[in-house]
């Protein structure tokens, strides 16, 4: 299975567990990233997607409608509404991802967690969405490593920073996926330490006078 499939199919995972209750998505992610094995890369990949069609359901919704004219998203199952956000998603606001792959992979994954005649009726639909002009680069690309974790709170960054460096401990091939561990491992310590003297400077605010720790 490539990495962006499985990206993919984590990213259908969780938002077809959140949707409609507003769930803690870096949590679910975190559990589907940690059932399936999936490497950080792959983790950063789902997150992007998840998060972008969070941000832009609403109009992503609204071209959706458009281009399916008479079916309404209320009348989809869930498994084809969430794979169409997705793939929408990519092909509106993520011009490094070739049209192609994202319709393709959508398809293949409605196959595979659809009913029979899914792939058919998403690759329909997203062959309309494919002619409106796309909107450019979702701000930034893919996100950052410092963006992806800052948005982590300390159990889930503490626990990714354990697994990364599980990772640093055994040998890596590819050279430039070491360098990406090695920053992903600093930036989640730094993250982790963050948050704990935030922690910190909380229960000294909390404390009552007296029995405040004495400054440096």
């Not at 792959?101 to 967690?113: D, G, M, P, R, V």
């Amino acid at each position: 299975m490539g990495r962006r499939h499985l990206a993919r199919e984590l990213a259908l995972k969780v938002l077809f567990e959140l949707e409609g209750d507003g769930g803690d998505v870096e949590r679910s992610l975190q559990y589907h990233v940690a059932e399936s094995r999936a490497d950080a890369e792959v983790a950063d990949f789902a997150r992007t997607l998840i998060l972008g069609v969070r941000e832009h359901q609403a109009e992503i919704d609204a071209h959706l409608g458009e281009a399916s004219r008479n079916w309404g998203l209320d009348q989809m199952a869930k498994v084809e509404r969430t794979l169409l956000r997705i793939a929408a998603f990519e092909i509106r606001y993520l011009p490094s991802v070739p049209l192609k792959a994202a319709i393709n992979e959508s398809i293949e994954l409605a196959k595979t967690f659809g009913g029979p005649d899914s792939g058919k009726f998403v690759n329909g639909i997203l062959g309309r969405i494919a002619t409106a002009p796309r909107r450019g680069r979702h701000p930034g690309g893919l996100m950052t490593i410092d963006e992806a974790v800052a948005r982590m709170d300390y159990e889930t960054a503490a626990a990714e920073l354990e697994r990364t460096v599980q990772l640093l401990g055994k040998d890596q091939e590819d050279l430039a996926e070491s360098v990406r561990t090695f920053e992903r491992g600093l930036a989640l310590a730094r993250r982790c330490g963050r948050l704990l003297d935030e922690a910190e400077r909380r229960l000294n605010e909390l404390a009552p006078a007296g029995e405040r720790p004495p400054g440096p």
